[in-house]
């Protein structure tokens, strides 16, 4: 370890210490990086943020206050910056109290061993330098004790890791609960699996919450988890939204901005979330569409564990590992970045909106120059080699921060769509409604609309209460298809059903199994032969409103599936072309074609090419 002290320009202070780690560069980047976790584990205070709503050309986004050292400190955040893997830090500018500002970076650089120095071939030099700036010279000692403390925390958590990386020793941003909420997690455990939670994963909950460290537990993400666990998506979402009655954690909802993917708002309802949403660091609004921009989280309850829900750090690598490179440029300024070191194609964001494409391979420049302006990147489109540098200069009045965004980022987000389509949230959580005359919409949600043939001569011939219960069975056998296939029964109209689904394929499949399962169900059935059923479908945007006490969805692509329903004849699916092409091969064959056909309805310019199918082989009749 080597630590070295200097006096910087203008009576500032600074500390720079530098530690020699075993693991290598991207070993170590996830921990040292994610600065919510560090805040937390180096025993910093809570931060409350607020916008800087001005416009300005300083670059600060927001103010923040928070304590150290017993002083009340409030000072302007800057964007953090950062390539990938390599660097990363933060300029803060204090309004008021004995330090004018501070700045920390942490660099890594992977090592290779020479006689005398200490490193580790394939390991990882990392250094943190702190420069504190005191108002006064007197208070130079003071700046110095507390950039010596902070950079000392630094190299002793540098420690940990390594030995976490490399060796099993436990992380250091994990501490126990005590024994009384050991015992309260363990018995909401229990509730979970009387409630058909599978006890390994209901198991595995309860020691996330018993021993996951508060950065990791103040906003879980049940979709990340699965991921990392190699679970399915949903059956984890599952056992979350069952965990809310077992009283084990508490539901969530962030809005997350399309650009940095970080949820610039949190709500402890739906009925709190408004039409549009706004990203302060990236200085966009944005519409708030259920299927991308809302996102269900939980925390532990706090009967079970307290953590706090205050933010400890707003910015840094950790918040969005989508961005490789971030960094603030002047006003006519001019910044060398660097281009990732993986062929890709990449997006170049600008604060305010302007972007351009990133293409990174090895037909690309080694060095490729651009410039921004109010509007807009110049050119669209940029064409660099891998490990290459992007020279930007800003034509701007302004400053803003820049940051190079991998494109192919897969979404950990359990949004809001996702979630209402499960039918353990709208069972347990049948209260959580939007807010009245505030539809929000969704990008793209497939529509199923059936009906049940024959069913009002069923009524004259066989009696009312005969011909109710046989209506009344027949919704079960849907019901059942639609939760298998991860759709939502969204309501009953008569003798019909509207679903809903994320997926136009799952939408299709559920229509198929349907019309399988019925007809095996009729032909036990005493009435069965007198009903059939016909299906029709159609996938696009659509709207999620509260009506009667429950969510449901309108709009055109409402109105056009089940258009597309009253083309079909009893034992027939109707659906788009491209819907059946797209299909699965063993799904087809489960399938007779009987026609290709256009339709015109009503509210959609020009025809419709559609399928009309029926089942290969039809259920023996009675």
Known sequence: MVARDTLGGMGAIVVTRSVHLASPPDRVWPFLADTERFNRLIGSRDVRYRPIEEDGTSGARFVAETRAGGFKLVYEEFPFEWSHQRTFGVHRRMRGGPIESYSWRCTLAATQAAEGDGALEGGTRATVRMEITPRLVLLSPVAWLHARLFTQKFATLGALIDAHVLEGAPSPYVSPVSPADDQRIAAAVLRMKDDAVLPALADRLGALVRGGADADVVKIRPFALADEWGMKRREVLRAFLKAVPAGLVELRWGIICPSCMTSSQQVRALEEIKAEGHCQ??????????????????????????????????????????????????????????????????????????????????????????????????????????????????????????????????????????????????TIFSSELLKRGTPLKVARAAILFSDLTGSTALYTEVGDAAAFRLVDDHFDVLRAVIDTHEGVLVKTMGDAVLAAFTDAGQCARAAIDALERFEAFRVKEKHGSLVGLKLGLFAGACYIVTANGSLDYFGQTVNVASRVQHQAASGEIVMPQAVFDALEPEDRQRLMQKEQFEARVKGVDGPLALVRVGLRTPAPST
């Open 281 to 426: 660091l990236c200085d966009i609004t944005f519409d708030l569409d259920l299927d991308r921009a809302v996102e269900a989280t939980f925390l532990p309850h706090p009967a079970m564990r307290r953590v706090p829900e205050t933010m400890f750090c707003i910015g840094g690598p950790g918040r969005t590992p989508h961005v490789l490179v971030q960094a603030s440029l002047a006003a006519g300024a001019t910044r060398t970045l660097d281009v990732p070191s993986k062929a890709g194609r990449y997006r170049l964001f600008v604060r305010g909106g302007a972007a351009a494409t990133l293409e990174v391979d090895d037909g690309g420049a080694r060095v490729v120059e651009a410039f921004i302006d109010a509007v807009a990147v110049h050119p669209a489109r940029l064409h660099a080699a891998p490990g290459g540098e992007l020279r930007l200069r800003s034509a701007c009045s302004e400053a803003r921060h820049v940051k190079i965004e991998r494109l192919e980022f897969a979404s950990a987000a359990a949004t809001a769509h996702i979630v209402s389509t499960l039918g353990e949230f709208r």
